[in-house]
């Protein structure tokens, strides 16, 4: 098509590599051919059955209608409360806004700040979306290189290496998709000051938060008044086809962010909104914490059989369940790498490419929410094929 | 606070006054009130069972997953059927895009066609968050003044007349929501002639498509290619609190709205969608067709009384369930009223200001899928209230 129908944002914005394999993936699957899948960043834990039954009671009554939309007072309350009982912080509800998934509290977060031409400071490798959302709100995103040297986080000096007089945010993930990498919160309080000193904002994705290898920092909920934190039901409560997330935000944002949500989303989904009521309960967040010793075990698997085929790993993942690794021994063009590998023998992981510029044509990641038995038959057919190319 | 911190475009969404005031009327009902709504547009129909039935399998079913961005392939493809079956039209699948909500479906629409700058024009009075999506965009949304001369839609010569070199776009609703008033299937292949012949696009929100009281014209997917028809589950199929609609738009826009959509939404909601499966059923789709006789029951009920009260109904609605009612014999300041009646008496009424600002200030809007014995107290007390004031 000529492009020139199509608006600049859109054209900016690239496609999604991990949602494009897994697509192709299912067609695969669809002829026959047996996929191990590898790229996917979903739990293969089921969602806890207290929340599947809060659903069905909510069926059940079938009052299922628009609530309000920075999310039901009861859920908001409820998420209030975790932060005090799991985090020992006191925030109050109404900075709390429900949001269709953590991409909606992404997509407010950036509609409410940036105005054309703003930059947002982003570490190179990141979350894909992060820096699209910046871009579909005629942002610029300002993706700074990190490596092994910073646990693939950035730090003081990046931030005000890279702050022009056009940055209104810093965007960190911690725990990161896709290193695994943990800010500390020490670091985190020096960006954090920083950004506040230049009338800026700092912005933190904590949708990994709960999947932790080590002591987890504190919540960037607690830093203060100029902080977005973004956190999601997807990961750590096994809810990502339910849609759920919330946003922490800035007291005088809130008025703005309530009217943005009322336009561009109505309210989210009532179904979830009960369901995730019961996301809190002391039975559901015990079955959750158990799943980690699953998740670590699952990690060092991973983790000791790749470096014998040949990746390298720097730095061992922290938190999430991703493995970074440079595929530098067998490729410079991991993406085309990937579909190969995808398309040859089944193996489904995700290109560097979706992650940023910075090396990512040496970069692979390997997801590894996966039983060993799969982990384990992926290995053997990358192994396999390794030897033969 | 200061206002210099959020964006322009943030600062430039107005509050979506409905949703304000049902939120209020939850606070009133909370202490104890008894309030009459007439202000939410939402059936009071619950979801047809078989709907219901198939959310709470795919729950028991316990794979609640990721899902494809535009969709689940079944359910577009059941959404090509439906416009088979329905309308005798013929509509690839490949065109339809699953959304969270038709809000989703006119985000993406927006964000893919528009530039800063760029122009929309849009009836004005019209849905609310239309204009507030081209915003968010960053486009310019231009409000052309309509009026009962034509039955409260856009023509030709207004699109003629209000069309620049930096439109990009004509959008229209039909039904409409506040009015009820419908489009001609004539006049819109002409303001769609025209628009193709400019190189711009018509944007068709059929979201009340099937309440109609009339025979309802030909679907807006007929007209060609140069169309995007944004629909939902929310009216029709009662399903609002479930956020799913879809839109059918040009093939040349869609692996860009896919992008899109991979990346702003990373997919809809996995219930949500097995649900709607079931929504085209025949035993369903003949229930959702006998509320219809209900509609225009109440629709005729609340006319008369409003006439008798003393509201003036330049035109009757032919679709939706909506009365845009002129409030000119009581005030000059219909924002204030509606505000005065709901804390006074506690009936939630609609604001035109709601709806943009041609002669807002002395309109308001009924929602009417209510029962006769809800709208009768309702009446009863403003018509009380009336002689008092």
Known sequence: MSNHHVSNKALNIEPFHVVSLITRAMELEKQGKKIVNLVVGEPEFKTPK?????????????????SPSLGKV???????????DREKINISYNKIAVTSGSSAALLLT????LNPGNEVIISDPSYPCNRHFVTAMEGIA???PVDSKTNYQLNLEKVKDNWTEKTKAVLVSSPSNPTGGILDYEELEKIYSFVCSQGGYLIVDEIYRGISYDKEPVSAVALGENVFVINSFSKFFCMTGWRLGWLVAPEKFVEKIEHLAQNLYISNSDIAQDAALSAFSPDVVSQLDSNLIHYKEQKDYLMNELLRIGFKIPVEPKGAFYIYADASNFTDDAYKFCWKVLEDIGVAIAPGLDFGDYLSNIHVRFSFPKTINIMSEGIKRIDNYLAKT
């Open 74 to 84: 009861e859920l908001r309350e409820s998420i209030s409360k975790w932060y005090q």
């Open 142 to 144: 300002n993706c700074v």
């Open 110 to 113: 950036m509609a409410v700040l």
């Open 50 to 66: 207290p929340i599947i039954d809060s659903a069905i009671k909510s069926l059940e009554q079938n009052k299922i209608r628009y």
